[in-house]
């Protein structure tokens, strides 16, 4: 350190220990990724790339009922306010949310090819277009009214939200998944009007809390105040005090339980369709946040000429590669491991999946569809774990808790935009106030003005 400046850090040398220097950047990145990458947030359900994308597309109004735009303007939108990053990555998590076998409810609305089923990728980002699908618009509703909060963008020229308003409990609609530094997050998509009627469940056996003391509250505004107009009498007026409560002073319990909740949320609502099994097991999944889901495609067995049976699969379990599982069959049946299979054809179209499968005349179809199940991926498993941020912080949430904290970040956003509706209130009527004002003392100075 330089005598002519103390303060001047330049030039000076600290001397470390390396093991408590390489944990605290490690610790600083594994933060970082948890909370800037791979983790949703319990409010609106989205990791930041993809509130990103959709926020971006607001301001570029790309709204539902207007025109689509190039994926390209998109990501390079995003790149360049938002997310300075690769732009692959951008356009895969866009690509995502535009697939009808990824989202249950697809958060945009893409032209072009998108990617498929069978794992073809999807066309480069200039040849799609994209514009936000309609139930983005309430997932955006209210964003321009102060009801979040945000945070400077990364060369601090702009501002973006740290969280989306979100009408509809995102997280367990869309599901997610992510892996960060020692976490990881696998949660499934559900049903929009199941999911709703639980929450109208919690809410209608829970209470809002306002955690305000009487002593704090100490507003002295009145009607004069809010108007601010002089020379107005406002005797007689109604003048009780405006007890306005603040975003942070608003908080919700409920006492419905697990075992209520899953009346009206049997299970998981996956896009690719199929059954999942074992009532059990996903009741415990909602209990604790971890757990096994059985998934099994949708498998028929009918007749078909000459006597032969067939096996028709119609649906898949959620993010098997329908192209992958068939070949699958296919080689179990050439290593003589699935035996009484004739012929194997994929008839998939844009009506949706349908695999057959040719059997002996002597073969037993149910043995040959339980040892499909046993060998290949027509049956397989959801390995659920409920990791999102709660207030920037990782957490393993159970059902009810998800829930709770959706109607707290619900209750806050009604909360700020009420506010912010009254301080526009108050400034319209302010300005009336004023110009009738003025117009009343232009008229008295016409109509009491002499002739000299």
Same mark, same amino acid.
């Given at each position: 350190?330089?005598?002519?400046?103390?303060?001047?850090?330049?030039?000076?040398?600290?001397?470390?220990?390396?093991?408590?220097?390489?944990?605290?950047?490690?610790?600083?990145?594994?933060?970082?990724?948890i909370v800037q990458r791979a983790l949703p947030d319990v409010r609106d359900g989205l990791k930041p790339v993809h509130r990103r994308i959709l926020y971006a597309m607001e301001q570029m109004s790309l709204h539902?009922?207007?025109?689509?735009?190039?994926?390209?303007?998109?990501?390079?939108?995003?790149?360049?306010?938002?997310?300075?990053?690769?732009?692959?990555?951008?356009?895969?998590?866009?690509?995502?949310?535009?697939?009808?076998?990824?989202?249950?409810?697809?958060?945009?609305?893409?032209?072009?090819?998108?990617?498929?089923?069978?794992?073809?990728?999807?066309?480069?980002?200039?040849?799609?277009?994209?514009?936000?699908?309609?139930?983005?618009?309430?997932?955006?509703?209210?964003?321009?009214?102060? =009801? +979040? $909060?945000?945070?400077?963008? *990364?060369?601090?020229?702009?501002?973006? @939200? #740290?969280?989306?308003?979100?009408?509809?409990? /995102?997280?367990?609609?869309?599901?997610?998944?992510?892996?960060?530094?020692?976490?990881?997050?696998?949660?499934?998509?559900?049903?929009?009007?199941?999911?709703?009627?639980?929450?109208?469940?919690?809410?209608?056996?829970?209470?809002?809390?306002?955690?305000?003391?009487?002593?704090?509250?100490?507003?002295?505004?009145?009607?004069?105040?809010?108007?601010?107009?002089?020379?107005?009498?406002?005797?007689?007026?109604?003048?009780?005090?405006?007890?306005?409560?603040?975003?942070?002073?608003?908080?919700?319990?409920?006492?419905? =339980? +697990? $075992?209520?909740?899953?009346? *009206?949320?049997?299970?998981?609502?996956? @896009? #690719?369709?199929?059954?999942?099994?074992?009532? /059990?097991?996903?009741?415990?999944?909602?209990?604790?946040?971890?757990?096994?889901?059985?998934?099994?495609?949708?498998?028929?067995?009918?007749?078909?000429?000459?006597?032969?049976?067939?096996?028709?699969?119609?649906?898949?379990?959620?993010?098997?590669?329908?192209?992958e599982m068939v070949a699958r069959i296919a080689q179990l049946v050439k290593d003589k491991k699935v035996e009484g299979i004739s012929d194997l054809r994929d008839e998939s179209d844009r009506e949706g999946i349908?695999?057959?499968?040719?059997?002996?005349?002597?073969?037993?179809?149910?043995? +040959?569809?339980?040892?499909?199940?046993?060998?290949?991926?027509?049956?397989?498993?959801?390995?659920?774990?409920?990791?999102?941020?709660?207030?920037?912080?990782?957490?393993?949430?159970?059902?009810?808790?998800?829930?709770?904290?959706?109607?707290?970040?619900?209750?806050?956003?009604?909360?700020?935009?009420?506010?912010?509706?009254?301080?526009?209130?108050?400034?319209?009527?302010?300005?009336?106030?004023?110009?009738?004002?003025?117009?009343?003392?232009?008229?008295?100075?016409?109509?009491?003005?002499?002739?000299?």
């Amino acid at each position: 350190m330089t005598e002519e400046n103390p303060g001047n850090p330049i030039g000076k040398v600290n001397q470390v220990e390396i093991t408590a220097e390489i944990e605290k950047s490690f610790l600083d990145y594994a933060m970082s990724v948890i909370v800037q990458r791979a983790l949703p947030d319990v409010r609106d359900g989205l990791k930041p790339v993809h509130r990103r994308i959709l926020y971006a597309m607001e301001q570029m109004s790309l709204h539902h009922s207007g025109k689509y735009t190039k994926s390209a303007k998109v990501v390079g939108e995003v790149l360049g306010k938002y997310h300075p990053h690769g732009d692959i990555p951008v356009y895969d998590a866009l690509v995502r949310l535009a697939q009808d076998f990824s989202m249950r409810y697809m958060l945009v609305d893409g032209q072009g090819n998108f990617g498929s089923v069978d794992g073809d990728s999807p066309a480069a980002m200039r040849y799609t277009e994209v514009r936000l699908a309609a139930i983005s618009e309430e997932i955006l509703a209210d964003i321009n009214k102060e =009801t +979040v $909060d945000t945070t400077a963008n *990364f060369d601090n020229t702009l501002n973006e @939200p #740290t969280y989306l308003p979100s009408k509809l409990p /995102n997280l367990l609609l869309m599901g997610s998944e992510g892996i960060a530094v020692g976490l990881a997050t696998k949660i499934p998509p559900h049903n929009l009007t199941e999911v709703i009627d639980a929450v109208s469940y919690a809410i209608g056996h829970g209470k809002a809390i306002i955690n305000k003391h009487q002593e704090e509250s100490t507003s002295t505004e009145t009607v004069k105040d809010v108007f601010d107009i002089p020379k107005i009498s406002f005797e007689g007026k109604d003048t009780k005090k405006l007890d306005l409560v603040t975003p942070t002073e608003v908080s919700f319990e409920s006492e419905a =339980t +697990v $075992d209520d909740l899953v009346q *009206f949320i049997k299970g998981p609502d996956f @896009p #690719t369709g199929g059954a999942i099994y074992d009532a /059990n097991q996903i009741k415990e999944v909602y209990a604790t946040g971890r757990g096994r889901i059985v998934m099994r495609g949708k498998a028929e067995i009918e007749e078909g000429k000459g006597g032969k049976s067939q096996i028709i699969i119609s649906e898949i379990p959620y993010q098997v590669n329908k192209a992958e599982m068939v070949a699958r069959i296919a080689q179990l049946v050439k290593d003589k491991k699935v035996e009484g299979i004739s012929d194997l054809r994929d008839e998939s179209d844009r009506e949706g999946i349908r695999v057959v499968v040719e059997l002996k005349r002597d073969a037993r179809p149910k043995s +040959v569809l339980n040892n499909l199940y046993k060998h290949t991926a027509l049956q397989t498993t959801f390995p659920a774990n409920f990791v999102a941020l709660v207030d920037q912080t990782p957490q393993t949430l159970t059902l009810k808790q998800m829930i709770v904290e959706f109607v707290k970040h619900r209750q806050q956003v009604v909360v700020r935009r009420s506010i912010y509706d009254l301080k526009q209130n108050r400034a319209r009527a302010r300005t009336s106030i004023s110009s009738h004002l003025g117009y009343a003392a232009k008229a008295f100075g016409r109509t009491g003005k002499t002739k000299n």
